[in-house]
């Protein structure tokens, strides 16, 4: 049995897509890779580097979940390994995705860490680059919508494009966020100023150390 604490096991986006495309069949890394490539998944996973998906396969099997299928050598080139996921990684492979399916998970992407500071810019300058934010955006908006409407046409079935369906959502979603508070920031409605920010956070201060504590027993 798999310990799935130990942390060779832990779930991730890359290990999920190396655990499904051995579903299709036993499958050298190298082919793993042009398939994330051709099929878009490098959208949906980080694959830059090619030794990523080999050191996935790796902690994969260590954990378990992956193992070899078959090795060859050719005279004068390195160890062709050729993997399948075994009964534990199919096992894994079916509860990570009806976790990721249905529990949001704790993510700590970078622009809402920076939108928790932007008031450390002044208020033109946070306009300014959260209009260039939105330039960029729009274009991979209309980039992303171009591309699965030619896949479309292609008699691509939409099951297969579900999740670029989901990534215009979120990015028409930023999108609209962005055309408000670009439209407050123009209008003045929402503004700052470090002697207004010092002040709120002397009155944070100050109520947060009026505030009543428990009486201990």
Do not use: C
């Not at 130990?6 to 897509?17: N, T, Y």
């Amino acid at each position: 049995m798999v310990d799935m604490t130990d942390r060779a096991g832990q779930r991730s986006p890359l290990a999920m897509v190396v655990l499904a495309l051995l579903e299709e069949a036993p499958m050298h890394p190298y082919r793993m890779h042009e398939l994330i490539q051709e099929r878009g998944k490098s959208s949906v996973v980080n694959v830059a580097q090619r030794n990523s998906v080999y050191q996935t396969i790796s902690r994969l099997v260590r954990a378990g979940l992956v193992e070899i299928d078959s090795t060859s050598r050719e005279e004068g080139r390195p160890e062709r390994v050729v993997y399948r996921s075994s009964q534990a990684g199919k096992d894994a492979l079916r509860a990570w995705l009806e976790g990721m399916l249905s529990t949001p998970a704790t993510e700590f992407p970078e622009f809402p860490a920076a939108v928790s500071f932007m008031m450390l810019l002044a208020p033109r300058e946070v306009t300014k680059l959260l209009s260039l934010r939105r330039e960029a955006l729009a274009d991979k908006l209309e980039a992303a919508s171009r591309a699965r409407g030619a896949a479309l046409a292609m008699g691509l079935p939409r099951l297969f494009l579900l999740e670029d369906e989901y990534r215009e959502a979120m990015l028409r979603a930023e999108l609209g966020w962005l055309d408000r508070t670009l439209d407050e920031l123009r209008t003045g409605t929402l503004t700052w100023s470090r002697a207004w920010i010092r002040k709120v956070a002397a009155e944070a201060e100050r109520a947060m150390g009026e505030k009543p504590t428990k009486r201990r027993r």
